[in-house]
T-cell receptor, first 114, second 115 residues
Framework: ETGVTQTPRHLVMGMTNKKSLKCEQH?????MYWYKQSAKKPLELMFV???????ENNSVPSRFSPECPNSSHLFLHLHTLQPEDSALYLC?????????????FGEGSWLTVV | AQSVTQLGSHVSVSEGALVLLRCNYS??????LFWYVQYPNQGLQLLLK??????LVKGINGFEAEFKKSETSFHLTKPSAHMSDAAEYFC?????????????FGKGNQVVVIP
């Protein structure tokens, strides 16, 4: 059981396809994030949204296009990806509380680009 | 900028033995520190966090970590390893801005439990 739900869990797409990853958080948080996890690399922060506004874009290529229609939903639109984009994409959410600002992760979407 | 260092990508431990995963941090301000665990084919789950309330932090599944400012460390321990502890463990430090949170992650430790 998780407060952050990601769909699909697995996605295989060709380099010319257009697809989207979806994330929904049920925790009432204000901030949402996309992280990329590749083999043998540290977790990479891609995007941060705070109250639906994008507050951070870590030099992510334009073939990744995030969308945050409200504080509970976050999308990652994918188009003309490269094989090196194959990775686990993790969505997360957080809000400040009395003990800090803990980030909670979804189970991830495994993306394979062929 | 904050950062964490986790040495040794793979850690092997015998079932019933002590689990010790080392994490050293770099931070210009008092840090928030976290340990996350990732089981195969799953996302990251919070194990425990340090937020300046107590230096010894107890988490889920019998894990605990001790914050030592003088050593800039936040090592994770469990007295007796169980087969179910086989997973990847990530230490992270928070660069906290109100409203959002940038976590800097270490490279992770893949823990293998030997029967």
């Amino acid at each position: 059981e998780t407060g952050v739900t990601q769909t699909p869990r697995h996605l295989v797409m060709g380099m010319t396809n257009k697809k989207s990853l979806k994330c929904e958080q049920h925790l009432g948080h204000n901030a949402m994030y996309w992280y990329k996890q590749s083999a043998k690399k540290p977790l990479e922060l891609m995007f941060v949204y705070n109250f639906k506004e994008q507050t951070e874009n870590n030099s992510v290529p334009s073939r990744f296009s995030p969308e945050c229609p409200n504080s509970s939903h976050l999308f990652l639109h994918l188009h003309t990806l490269q094989p090196e984009d194959s990775a686990l994409y993790l969505c997360a959410s957080s809000s400040p509380d009395a003990s800090g600002n803990t980030i909670y992760f979804g189970e991830g979407s495994w993306l394979t680009v062929v | 900028a904050q950062s964490v260092t986790q040495l040794g990508s793979h850690v092997s431990v015998s079932e019933g033995a002590l689990v010790l995963l080392r994490c050293n941090y770099s931070s210009s301000v008092p840090p928030y520190l976290f340990w996350y665990v990732q089981y195969p084919n799953q996302g990251l789950q919070l194990l425990l966090k340090y937020t300046s309330a107590a230096t010894l932090v107890k988490g889920i599944n019998g894990f605990e970590a001790e914050f030592k400012k003088s050593e800039t460390s936040f090592h994770l321990t469990k007295p007796s390893a169980h087969m179910s502890d086989a997973a990847e463990y990530f230490c992270a430090v928070s660069d906290l801005n109100y409203g959002n949170n940038r976590l800097a992650f270490g490279k992770g430790n893949q823990v293998v439990v030997i029967p």
